[in-house]
């Protein structure tokens, strides 16, 4: 928790402001952060200054794990947070890679689940990273990426936490994330979540013991609309202490998770926080 209100802090003290052309609006912007969470402790990053939802950040994780490309389908699993970028997004909107209503396009998991080859073909980064690291194996090279710039123009919105690099060192597994660009006030949170659990379930379907996180962003900005509460309410508040994330012992596979866990799956225990706070959201 001190390591997101330090950088919300130095962003509001040492941010240059930049103007963003997808948003219109101006950000208070600091160039690369680095943050860490230790999951082999479980100290769950879930931010207590204000009240704060994990199952969403959860879902969407679980969507991309399942390759999703459509809003409708991450909203079933329990995320609306593709609704605006599908349907909302002037751009997406007029590009003729659209299918229509809630299609997001080559995104994300659709992207590491099916990653092209050259000359034809695809290979599921992420069903290779698992069965490496069940068998105890790395290689160096366990990296479940979403950037393919060759395929920016077929989807709403380009990765922005975009890699995930896992490392096996004896029986325990590590992750090291890294983010092009972080909405501060709304998405790091979020993105925090999803950095821990990701490690948290990736330990669990292959047999390991989880041990640090570590997060990477290298633009991390505070919109204008957003500096006020920001500065005025968020960062007056004084942090609690983190709450624990109870994962379900029976998920045991990538099989499972691609097939009948749901958000039941997940809970939260000891988790206090201030007031929620209703940041604006830039599409």
Not at 25 to 36: E, S
Not at 144 to 172: E, I, K, Q, V
Not at 212 to 236: G, P, S, T, W
Not at 245 to 265: F, G, H, Q, R
Request: charged share 25%.
């Amino acid at each position: 928790m001190k390591q997101y209100l330090d950088l919300c802090q130095r962003i509001v003290d040492q941010g240059v402001w930049v103007d963003n052309k997808r948003t219109g609006k101006r950000c208070l912007t600091v160039i690369d952060a680095d943050l860490t969470y230790n999951v082999k402790e479980g100290e769950f990053p879930l931010v207590t200054t204000r009240k704060s939802f994990y199952k969403s950040a959860i879902a969407e994780i679980i969507g991309y794990i399942r390759g999703y490309d459509s809003a409708a389908d991450f909203r079933q699993l329990g995320t609306k947070t593709w609704d605006a970028n599908a349907n909302d997004n002037s751009d997406w909107l007029e590009n003729p890679h659209r299918k229509g209503t809630d299609d997001c396009g080559f995104i994300y998991g659709k992207i590491g689940r099916n990653f092209p080859k050259v000359g034809g073909g695809s290979i599921d980064l992420l069903r290779k990273i698992v069965d490496d690291l069940s068998n105890g194996i790395d290689d160096r090279g366990e990296i479940y990426t979403f950037y393919h710039p060759g395929a920016f123009h077929m989807g709403c919105l380009r990765p922005c936490m975009y890699s995930h690099h896992f490392s096996l060192l004896g029986d325990t597994l590590y992750l090291n994330s890294t983010q092009r660009s972080c909405d501060v006030p709304l998405g790091l949170n979020f993105n925090m979540v999803q950095v821990y659990f990701f490690l948290a379930i990736m330990a669990q379907i292959t047999g390991n013991k989880p041990g640090l996180a570590f997060h990477k962003i290298v633009n991390a900005h505070i919109y204008e609309d957003q500096l006020e509460l920001m500065r005025d309410v968020q960062l007056k508040r004084e942090p609690l202490s983190p709450p624990k994330l109870i994962i379900n012992p029976d998920i045991k596979s990538l099989e499972d998770l691609e097939t009948w866990v749901t958000m039941d799956d997940f809970k939260i225990e000891g988790y206090e926080h201030h007031p929620s706070i209703q940041y604006p959201f830039s599409v």
